[in-house]
Nanobody
Framework: QVQLVESGGGLVQAGGSLRLSCAATGRTYITYIMGWFRQAPGKEREFVAAITRSGGSTSYADSVKGRFTISRDNAKNTVYLQMNSLKPEDTAVYYC?????????????????WGQGTQVTVSS
């Protein structure tokens, strides 16, 4: 079992940056693949990025590749999403999720545990 709490969202102008954090509690944190997803109003939840247990492998949605970076600090039980060159279309609620398997997976249904979400709003 793992509990997840996101922070770091807010309002930023287009071209700006934000760093989201996801703090995990539970002894098995380091055994989980961690992912970030987002959901805009009226749209389905979509994959943003994911990272393996060791942090050695990552995966990104095409829409954020080159602008966002996922990382994790297992000593602090925290996963991060650095978001640069933000665009208005990045506006959404961002969710952290944990997947207790060994493969990087991109679908929300693959993840067993979710945080409550943090709002990111990018103004034009």
């Amino acid at each position: 079992q793992v509990q997840l709490v996101e922070s770091g969202g807010g309002l930023v102008q287009a071209g700006g940056s934000l760093r989201l954090s996801c703090a995990a509690t539970g002894r098995t944190y380091i055994t989980y693949i961690m992912g970030w997803f987002r959901q805009a109003p009226g749209k389905e939840r979509e994959f943003v990025a994911a990272i393996t247990r060791s942090g050695g492998s990552t995966s990104y949605a095409d829409s954020v590749k080159g602008r966002f970076t996922i990382s994790r600090d297992n000593a602090k039980n925290t996963v991060y999403l650095q978001m640069n060159s933000l665009k208005p279309e990045d506006t959404a609620v961002y969710y952290c999720a944990a997947d207790p398997t060994y493969r990087l997976r991109l679908t929300p249904s693959a993840y067993d545990y979710w945080g409550q979400g943090t709002q990111v709003t990018v103004s034009s």
